[in-house]
T-cell receptor, first 114, second 116 residues
Framework: AQSVAQPEDQVNVAEGNPLTVKCTYS??????LFWYVQYPNRGLQFLLK??????LVKGSYGFEAEFNKSQTSFHLKKPSALVSDSALYFC????????????FGAGTRLAVHP | KAGVTQTPRYLIKTRGQQVTLSCSPI?????VSWYQQTPGQGLQFLFE???????NKGNFPGRFSGRQFSNSRSEMNVSTLELGDSALYLC???????????????FGQGTRLTVV
């Protein structure tokens, strides 16, 4: 069965410092991986995706993610965190059974302190 | 370009009642999926529709149902509401056809359902 793990419930980082939000996955076949962000009382906003090609994927708001096949990881990164980046982040993988079903991790709350 | 629109944003219902939630996808998107988000279970897939047909279904009881109309708008219905149905219900639309897994899903702001 496919799954996604986000090992950290919360990540704390000081404004201006680099941030990393971790994600590991388990899939059969080639993974289609996604990162979403959720602000309070809002839906999910798409940040970036990995389908194939370069292992470093660039997305919205200065975020990027590094795909590592050998470690089955897809960590989200940003070189310099902003207080406004504080939110709930979800990693997701497309279900290999076809269609558009997404399997989500439990989410990681990012807190950026001034 | 308008995003995914969900109505209503907030609902309060009593146990035993039924509720209908609505979702209008992004123009041109024919795939619509529904998810339930709760603090305890996280984000769980409910069902997916494409071209008015349910293509995939999550592990939810039969009280949860949905449909899609010819204009791709979708509704989900929950009958005989239980306290545990209190959640944020999210709708997502995608441009991709079933099996075209490389397209991202765009989410609406959700409907917050509270069952009392």
């Amino acid at each position: 069965a496919q799954s996604v793990a986000q090992p950290e419930d919360q990540v704390n980082v000081a404004e201006g410092n680099p941030l990393t939000v971790k994600c590991t996955y388990s899939v059969s076949g080639n993974p289609y991986l996604f990162w979403y962000v959720q602000y309070p009382n809002r839906g999910l906003q798409f940040l970036l995706k990995y389908i194939t090609g370069d292992n470093l994927v660039k997305g919205s708001y200065g975020f990027e993610a590094e795909f590592n096949k050998s470690q089955t990881s897809f960590h989200l990164k940003k070189p310099s965190a902003l207080v406004s980046d504080s939110a709930l982040y979800f990693c997701a993988v497309r279900d290999s059974g076809g269609y558009n079903k997404l399997i989500f991790g439990a989410g990681t709350r990012l807190a950026v302190h001034p | 370009k308008a995003g995914v629109t969900q109505t209503p944003r907030y609902l309060i219902k009593t146990r035993g009642q039924q509720v209908t939630l609505s979702c209008s996808p992004i123009s041109g998107h024919r795939s619509v999926s529904w998810y339930q988000q709760t603090p305890g279970q996280g984000l769980q897939f409910l069902f997916e529709y494409f071209s008015e047909t349910q293509r995939n279904k999550g592990n939810f009881p039969g009280r949860f149902s949905g449909r899609q109309f010819s204009n791709s708008r979708s509704e989900m219905n929950v009958s005989t509401l239980e306290l545990g149905d209190s959640a944020l219900y999210l709708c997502a639309s995608s441009l991709g056809r079933p099996g075209q897994g490389n397209t991202e899903a765009f989410f609406g702001q959700g409907t917050r359902l509270t069952v009392v």
